[in-house]
Each structure stands twice: as structure tokens, then as C-alpha cells.
């Protein structure tokens, strides 16, 4: 059996979505818990793909959906109704280089009758590591770098965004960004350091950014 990578992930996912489309998941006739939803789709996926390659499923003691090297990616579903997820994050950091690991996002619409229930797949993301940290602080970080900011005028714009951390904190991350100026993020991280994706943004990128793929259906 084939060793997953992320290219077969990609791939796989967009496969994944067209076929779940035509399905009629009964199961989930009159289930209105988005959570529910979503852990039934993780699950459908991750059977999926572990019936066509050899790949490393995650549990919540590991944190992320699928953390082997090769992938490291963490599953999310949301509905188009309301098309945001969400997750806690660690420290302050993540919020200016990221989480550390990709984001797989499948976006639904479901609809049910009687007796079927279809989930209509609008929407698959793929965010590279690279690319989790938040838009407007990276994208304010890199044109004060770029302007020639001091650590002085880095700590100041942290201090006013109330960024999560101390002096120290401040100091030890403005001696980074000033050394290694963040990539451009495409998430909404909140100082609850809870993340949302703005899937409005992401598709108007039409693929032009490496790291982000979007598929979309109409």
C-alpha cells in the first residue's frame, strides 16, 4: 500500500468530496448538530483514505487529524450556513508563523427530506502550515520590516494589536520577526487565539497563492 503524501491528499480530497455528494447519508436525516455532521464527515474521510494508502490517523492525544511527518494536516468541517471553524491555540506565536501544522477544510451544504439527507460539497481548502497565521498582523509585520521597523516599533505594534504575552514574550518575538519576516496568513485569529477561516478571502485568491488550494464547486 502507497505511502500518502500531500499531493495524493489534495487530490484525494477533492475526489472524496464528489462522490460523498452523491450519497444519500441517512444516517443523518434530521441531525442539525454541526459537530456531529463534522465528525461524521473526518470519519468517512479518514476511512476513505486509509483504505487506499498507508497513513497515520490521529487521536485527540495527538492533537491534529492525520500527524504523520509526510502529512501533518488537521481535519475541519463546517457548514456553508455558517462557514467558520475553529481551534484553541498554543502560544502567542502561532498567531504571527502559524500553526505548525496544514488545515484540510470541507465546506457542506446539507439538505434532507424525509428520508435522505444530501451534503452538498461547496467548498475544499487546503492551507499549508505556512499560510495559518493571521492576515492582518502578518500583513502589517511584513510591510513594517520591509519599511525598515526597529525592534522598538515591532513591540509597539504588538502591544497595541494586545497580542497574548509579556515584555518578554514581546521581546523574544520581535527579535524573530525582525530576523525571519513572516509569511502572509490566511486565517482570522482572535486574541482568544481561536482561529476562523474567511472562505470569501481564500476563493478570491483563485489558487494565485502557493500554499492555499481551493476547490469549488458550483
Known amino acids: 500500500m502507497k505511502v500518502m503524501d500531500i499531493s495524493d491528499l489534495k487530490e484525494e480530497a477533492k475526489i472524496f468530496c464528489e ?18 455532521v463534522g465528525t461524521y464527515v473526518e470519519h468517512r474521510f479518514q476511512d476513505y483514505i486509509s483504505s487506499k494508502y498507508e497513513i497515520e490517523i490521529g487521536s485527540s492525544a495527538k492533537g491534529i487529524d492525520l500527524p504523520g511527518a509526510e502529512i501533518e494536516t488537521d481535519i475541519k468541517v463546517t457548514s456553508i450556513v455558517q462557514p467558520q471553524s475553529s481551534c484553541p491555540f498554543k502560544n502567542a506565536r502561532q498567531k504571527i508563523f502559524g ?10 451544504d446539507k439538505k434532507d427530506t424525509a428520508n435522505s439527507c444530501t451534503l ?4 475544499c481548502t487546503f492551507i499549508d502550515k505556512s499560510r495559518t497565521a493571521d492576515y492582518t498582523i502578518t500583513k502589517r ?12 516599533d515591532i513591540i509597539g505594534f504588538l502591544v497595541d494589536k494586545n497580542v497574548p504575552g509579556d515584555d518578554i514574550v514581546y521581546s523574544d518575538l520581535a527579535d524573530e520577526i525582525l530576523c525571519n519576516k513572516p509569511e502572509q496568513g490566511y486565517l482570522t485569529i482572535s486574541n482568544a487565539l481561536q ?17 492555499v488550494l481551493n476547490y469549488e464547486w458550483q
Open 141 to 152: 509585520l511584513r510591510e513594517m520590516v520591509d519599511d525598515g521597523a526597529n525592534k522598538e
Open 120 to 123: 452538498d460539497f461547496k467548498y
Open 19 to 36: 462522490f460523498m455528494k452523491k450519497e444519500n447519508h441517512s444516517s443523518l436525516i434530521g441531525v442539525t448538530d454541526g459537530k456531529a
Open 195 to 211: 482561529w476562523r477561516l474567511q472562505y470569501a478571502r481564500v476563493i478570491a485568491l483563485d489558487n494565485t497563492v502557493n500554499g
Open 99 to 108: 500553526l505548525g501544522y496544514n488545515i484540510l477544510v470541507f465546506v457542506y
